[in-house]
């Protein structure tokens, strides 16, 4: 069901793959809430993606882009404002890539190339967004500018690796520019930080479906989808929103805030021999 909430306003999207990848359902649902945008990835994924086919669907140009290259999102920004006729209100940040992950790399034992790629493709990239978006006034007053975070950000997950490092800088830089942006331009920056989701990107961290198994059972209102991450980022894009900024906000079930759940309580006491008590 739309609701018009986006109705006039522009943006661009970064991120977008497939259709499993939230940047994806954040498009589809912009554009059925009257939004117009650009979308933006990188040479490789365009190639082996399906942006083309969402392109059309919504209506949008694709603009090839490296989000590490501060000379590729200059061009993302210029050529939008171009298409879209002038500055955008809001911009989605779905951009993540750990090769330290990809190459099964422990956390005790990293190549720190791999690192310094994970943090540039994956956080300082949201930095250079921010930071190009600003010199050139590329966002309207009350803009929104949000990113996707993890909760790996503040605590440790098996299997996310140097990704709990580049959330957690993510992070942030969404407070240290949401300050700036905000007294100076007026504009909202945040994260949200999204349950465990199997995206094409997601499906790559080990243990996934285990893990999403358990933040799942852990969650009292169980993980949050992606199409329904698609909605928070619908709202928060919106005028609904105008003076929520610098925040990092769980969109998660509740998983956050859960110690340990009925139903994990009850798992543990049936590994345990000979203890059958009821837990309330």
């Not at 018009?4 to 306003?9: A, I, N, T």
């Not at 956080?123 to 967004?129: L, V």
């Not at 990107?201 to 209102?221: E, I, Q, W």
Request: hydrophobic share 40%; aromatic share 10%; net charge negative.
């Amino acid at each position: 069901m739309a609701y018009h909430l986006l109705e006039g306003k522009k943006g661009i999207i970064f991120g977008a793959l497939d259709n499993k990848s939230i940047a994806w359902k954040v498009a589809e649902r912009a554009y059925e809430e009257g939004a117009r945008f650009t979308l933006s990835n990188t040479p490789t994924a365009l190639r082996f993606g399906q942006i083309d086919e969402l392109a059309e669907k919504c209506e949008a140009e694709v603009i090839p882009a490296d989000a590490t290259s501060v000379d590729d999102l200059t061009n993302v920004f210029e050529r939008s404002m171009e298409v879209l006729g002038g500055k955008v209100d809001f911009v989605l940040h779905s951009i993540g890539m750990s090769l330290n992950v990809r190459k099964k790399r422990v956390y005790n034992d990293l190549d720190y190339n791999y690192l310094k790629k994970t943090l540039d493709i994956s956080s300082i990239s949201f930095h250079k967004i921010l930071q190009v978006a600003y010199k050139l006034d590329a966002i309207n007053e009350w803009g929104s500018v949000v990113a996707l975070s993890y909760i790996a950000a503040q605590r440790i997950l098996y299997g996310y690796n140097d990704m709990g490092d580049a959330k957690a800088l993510l992070e942030s830089i969404a407070r240290s520019f949401g300050y700036i942006y905000g007294r100076e331009k007026k504009i909202r920056v945040n994260t949200i930080s999204q349950s465990p989701t199997y995206t094409t990107a997601g499906s790559g961290v080990k243990g996934m479906k285990a893990l999403m198994d358990f933040t799942g059972r852990m969650s009292p209102l169980g993980n949050a989808g992606a199409d329904e991450c698609a909605d928070y980022c619908i709202v928060l894009f919106s005028d609904l929103t105008k003076k929520v900024t610098m925040q990092n906000l769980f969109h998660d079930g509740g998983f956050s805030s859960v110690g340990m759940s009925l139903k994990a309580m009850k798992m543990y006491n049936k590994s345990l021999d000979g203890d059958d008590e009821d837990v309330e």
